[in-house]
């Protein structure tokens, strides 16, 4: 199968991608009664939509980034992506997944780059990368979405991740002003405090008690004012960030 080396598509900052030529596809392995052969087509025409998903979505992030639908006739990028559904009856919703997955790609290039994120990790992991950084250390995210399924990292991103005994035990919830461990009430939290004292123990206790499932640790730290507070977290997270590379 001949494979075909295409330009940079984002400002050359991105590295070339490979895709698959139209016209050198065979579909011959479906009329193939040799198992062997019919895998090794299908895996080989996942991977070559792989590579166009990316490849595409990578494109109409230039395009929207760069307003270039204006140099298509187009006011907006919103009417760019109509006009190619109903030039080549291609889905809308399926154009702008493979938007998210251009935009998401260049966004956290760096990071991608650095776990060897490929074409066949599965660039439709992409749209749900931000939504896993929010609830969850960047390092855990980046491992799983190289590692994990697609449906998988969907449910991760959800923080609905398959979890042992061990973590549902040790795992930390809040319902009204009951702290829960493990499904256990542990902490009530009287109901005549003001709202933003009741908010502030609120968030201790989550933040405990994600450590403590992570094994994690947590050093309590008392400090004069919110501006001492600001410069000790900039100290901090360099002294963090050095640690961790150091390991």
Not at 65 to 79: E, H, Q, R, T, V
Not at 192 to 205: G, H, M, Q, S, V
């Amino acid at each position: 199968m001949k494979l075909q080396t295409i330009p940079n598509v984002y400002d050359g900052a991105l590295k070339p991608v490979t895709k698959m030529k139209a016209d050198s596809v065979s579909l011959d392995y479906a009329y193939s009664d040799d198992a062997a052969e019919i895998d090794t087509g299908i895996r080989e025409t996942i991977k070559g939509v792989r590579l166009s998903i990316l490849a595409m979505g990578m494109g109409l992030a230039k395009i929207k980034k760069k307003g270039l639908y204006i140099d298509l006739d187009c006011k907006s990028m919103a009417a760019y992506i109509q006009k190619l559904c109903d030039e080549t009856k291609m889905d809308r919703s399926s154009l702008f997944n493979w938007l998210y997955i251009g935009e998401a790609y260049i966004k956290y290039r760096n990071d991608l780059e650095k776990i060897g994120f490929s074409d066949n990790d599965g660039p439709t992991k992409l749209p749900y990368l931000e939504r896993a950084l929010e609830t969850n250390r960047k390092q855990e995210v980046f491992k799983n979405i190289k590692d994990m399924s697609l449906r998988e990292f969907i449910n991760f991103s959800k923080g609905e991740a398959d979890e042992d005994e061990e973590t549902r035990s040790k795992k930390v919830s809040i319902r009204d002003n009951d702290v829960y461990i493990g499904g256990k009430k542990a902490v009530h939290i009287n109901e005549e405090l003001d709202a933003k004292t009741a908010n502030y123990f609120k968030k201790i206790l989550l933040a405990a008690g994600k450590a403590m499932t992570e094994n994690e640790v947590l050093l309590p730290v008392r400090l004069y004012d919110m501006e001492e507070l600001k410069r000790f977290e900039r100290a901090a997270n360099r002294l963090i960030k050095e640690m961790r590379e150091e390991a």
